[in-house]
């Protein structure tokens, strides 16, 4: 029962982030929110029992390319439709 | 863009215990799960966190390219060597001559349930850590090489 009701959070969890980088303006935020997303996915399948997957998704989805999102806006701009300097 | 004060301060303080967990993940790779990509994925990590967290000129005096090239090269040349070793022995190629030898890394498994002991399995641990040298050194590179595109007055 509780299982079933962590994985429904975990699931409408991933909704919620997936919309979230969808509508967000400021970069960073939503690179953020993909982030989470990451995490989630991590979580998800740690709860299918594969540790393995869960800890490869959580240090490259979560870790590496969230920083290399943040170095690209570095780069550019921090906000969707600002002018390039 | 530069990172604030607390950003700095968190990644500083975060790096060695992501440090030890990678560390971690790679020698026990052949008791729990994980292993040498995952391992050196964590360690790479920790990596990051302090390169995003500092200024373009920090990380650049502090970390060089080159040296995670060559440790990159480092990991593959003590893989293939690990493997090229057993040839040497009159042993087929990547045969595991350690196991149940006696030395480093030899013990045999005792049978039925126990908790695991480090000190068995042969060359596979030893495969783990130089997998994981190679994706340290591997992942840092393409993050240094992602930093090296940026306006050095900009960041």
Redo the contacts between chains.
């Keep these: 029962m509780i299982e079933t009701i962590v994985h429904l959070l975990v699931l409408f969890g991933l909704v919620g982030t997936a919309l979230m980088v969808f509508f967000f303006r400021d970069l960073l935020a939503a690179t953020l929110a993909a982030g989470f997303f990451s995490f989630l996915v991590a979580l998800e399948f740690y709860i299918l029992q594969a ?2 997957v ?3 998704q959580a ?2 989805g979560a ?2 390319t969230t ?2 999102f ?6 550019t701009t ?1 906000y969707e439709g600002e002018e390039s ?1 | ?1 530069k990172m604030s004060k607390i950003v700095r301060t968190g990644a500083n303080i975060l790096y060695p215990f992501v440090l030890i967990f990678g560390l971690y ?1 790679v020698l026990h790779g052949h008791l729990t ?3 040498g ?2 391992g050196g ?2 360690i ?2 920790g990596v ?2 302090v ?2 967290a500092n200024s373009y000129e920090a990380v650049t005096g502090m970390l060089q390219k080159v040296v995670f090239k060559a440790q990159e090269s480092l990991g593959l040349l003590l893989f293939i060597g690990a493997a090229a070793i057993a040839i040497t022995l009159g042993l087929p190629f990547f045969y595991n001559f350690l196991a149940n030898s006696g030395s480093i890394f030899g013990l045999s498994v005792p049978f039925g349930p126990n908790h695991g002991d480090l000190n068995t399995a042969g060359l596979i641990p030893i495969m783990n850590i130089a997998v994981g040298i190679e994706v340290w050194g591997g ?1 840092t590179v ?2 240094l090489s ?2 090296s ?3 050095r007055k ?2």
């Design positions: 540790p393995d869960a800890i490869s240090a490259i870790g590496l920083a290399i943040i170095i690209a806006i570095r780069a921090r300097r | 863009m993940i799960p994980g292993g990509f995952q994925a964590v790479a990590t990051v966190l390169i995003v992942l393409i993050i992602m930093l595109g940026l306006d900009e960041a």
